[in-house]
């Protein structure tokens, strides 16, 4: 069955970066678009980015634009959230989910398949 | 970007009561809207997807409707282990938004 196992979260100091990923099996990693999710302690889900099943299209939430760098490698089955000048309001379970087709077109809808997340915490 | 106004923020109900929330979006996005549970410490659960289909496997008292702008979430009698919050999510464009969510307590 579909697995997605995030990691790469931890305590961090704010204004430094972090790379999270996120390892896929048990579905053809190659044919679909993948996005990455957000939720800070107490608070509700913020969607943060997607990209395409080719890695040719990124799209990002404004508030995390310029800042945050979806990519993934199709070889290894992985995707990756590169998270750059680090904020407090940056402190969140992250979590990866993957959308219900390739994520080439207009349209990405997500589906049932989440990770488990991983913490990030931005703490001086 | 598409804002989803999701209401009530919270409800207390009881079991076998039929619970409802409604989520607004701020331009038609067709049937393109899903609904999510969460309980805590898990990742969400998708529930309803394209406004009004219930995904395989959820129990037929969620039920969900709705088109354009205006989307409705039924639980048709509420059950302790429905203790959760529920977001919508739309998703009729790369762009997705989440609704505010609405946490579901036992009265």
């Known amino acids: 069955q579909v697995q997605l196992l995030e990691s790469g979260g931890g305590v961090v100091r704010p204004g430094t970066s972090l790379r999270l990923s996120c390892a896929a099996s048990g579905f053809t990693f190659s044919d679909y678009g993948v996005h990455w999710v957000r939720q800070a302690p107490g608070k509700g889900l913020q969607w943060v980015a997607v990209i395409s099943h080719d890695g040719s299209n990124q799209y990002y939430a404004d508030s995390v634009q310029g800042r945050f760098s979806i990519s993934r490698d199709n070889s290894r089955n992985t995707l990756f959230l590169q998270i750059n000048s680090l904020r407090a309001e940056d402190t969140a379970v992250y979590y990866c989910?993957?959308?219900?087709?390739?994520?080439?077109?207009?349209?990405?809808?997500?589906?049932?398949?989440w990770g488990q997340g991983t913490l990030v915490t931005v703490s001086s | 970007d598409i804002q989803m106004t999701q209401s009530p923020s919270s409800l207390s109900a009881s079991v076998g009561d039929s619970v409802t929330i409604t989520c607004q979006a701020s331009?038609?996005?067709?049937?393109?809207l899903n609904w999510y549970q969460q309980k805590p410490g898990k990742a969400p659960k998708l529930l309803i997807y394209?406004?009004?289909n219930l995904n395989t496997g959820v129990p037929s008292r969620f039920s969900g409707s709705g088109y354009g702008t205006d989307f409705t979430f039924t639980i048709s009698s509420l059950q302790p282990e429905d203790i959760a919050t529920y977001y919508c999510l739309q998703h009729i464009n790369l762009l997705l938004t989440f609704g505010g969510g609405t946490k579901v307590e036992m009265k």
């Open positions: 989910a993957k959308g219900l087709g390739s994520c080439g077109g207009s349209r990405c809808p997500l589906g049932d398949d």
């Open positions: 331009q038609d996005i067709s049937n393109s």
């Open positions: 394209d406004a009004s």
